[in-house]
């Protein structure tokens, strides 16, 4: 069984940064491809970056792509989204997700372990 233990969110104004990690535990961290999706009020869960299980390859959306950047520490089984310049349509629930077939996908279909979330508030 893989555990994912998210952190680090909290309340910013527009512009600011933040930095989420996951922690993952159970299995072996460097197999697996690791996503961040992110569901904001009233709003389906959506993709927001993903990493391969190599590191090697990254996937962004489109609305996030060039402030947020995804990485991975294998030795400390752990993933990280740098959040830059975040806005106020940035506030949700992250979430991290894991990918057993590494690929890195943007569907949520593709993972299999989920966390339980970090809430960002992005004030205006």
């Known amino acids: 069984q893989v555990q994912l233990v998210e952190s680090g969110g909290g309340l910013v104004q527009a512009g600011d940064s933040l930095s989420l990690s996951c922690a993952v535990s159970g299995r072996t961290f460097s197999n697996y491809a690791m996503g961040w999706f992110r569901r904001a009020p009233g709003k389906e869960r959506e993709f927001v970056a993903a990493i391969s299980w190599g590191g090697s390859i990254t996937n962004y959306a489109n609305s996030v792509k060039g402030r947020f950047t995804i990485s991975r520490a294998v030795a400390r089984n752990t993933v990280y989204l740098q959040m830059n310049s975040l806005k106020p349509e940035d506030t949700a629930v992250y979430y991290c997700?894991?990918?057993?077939?590494?690929?890195?996908?943007?569907?949520?279909?593709?993972?299999?372990?989920w966390g339980q979330g970090t809430q960002v508030t992005v004030s205006s």
């Open positions: 997700a894991a990918d057993p077939l590494g690929s890195g996908s943007d569907y949520e279909s593709a993972y299999d372990y």
